[in-house]
Nanobody, 123 residues
């Protein structure tokens, strides 16, 4: 059984930085492409970033490109999301997910999800 646990969320001011972590238990972490998504209140879940098995390749949504960085440590079964220059529009619940098939930016392509961590950015 694969279980994902996010941490690192919190309340910050606009312009601040946060680093989210997601530890994966069970399964073979290094076999999964990993992704980060967020969901604002009343909105659909939004793709943010993805990283390949070994970490050599990553891609980002336009809304976070240049501000967010995804990385992974396959020895620690952990994927990270470094978030800089945070804006109030970045507020939401952030989820990590393990991709099991399909387009990398589609939530339906990810078969395993964490419980989410809340990020709130005040203006």
């Amino acid at each position: 059984q694969v279980r994902l646990v996010e941490s690192g969320g919190g309340l910050v001011q606009a312009g601040d930085s946060l680093k989210l972590s997601c530890v994966v238990y069970g399964g073979t972490f290094s076999a999964y492409t990993m992704g980060w998504f967020r969901q604002a209140l009343g909105m659909e879940r939004e793709f943010l970033a993805t990283i390949s098995y070994g970490g050599a390749t990553s891609s980002y949504a336009d809304s976070v490109k240049g501000r967010f960085t995804i990385s992974r440590d396959n020895y620690k079964n952990t994927v990270y999301l470094q978030m800089n220059i945070l804006k109030p529009d970045d507020t939401g619940v952030y989820y990590c997910a393990a991709r099991t098939g399909g387009p990398q930016n589609s939530p339906g392509s990810y078969g395993y999800w964490g419980q989410g961590t809340q990020v709130t950015v005040s203006s």
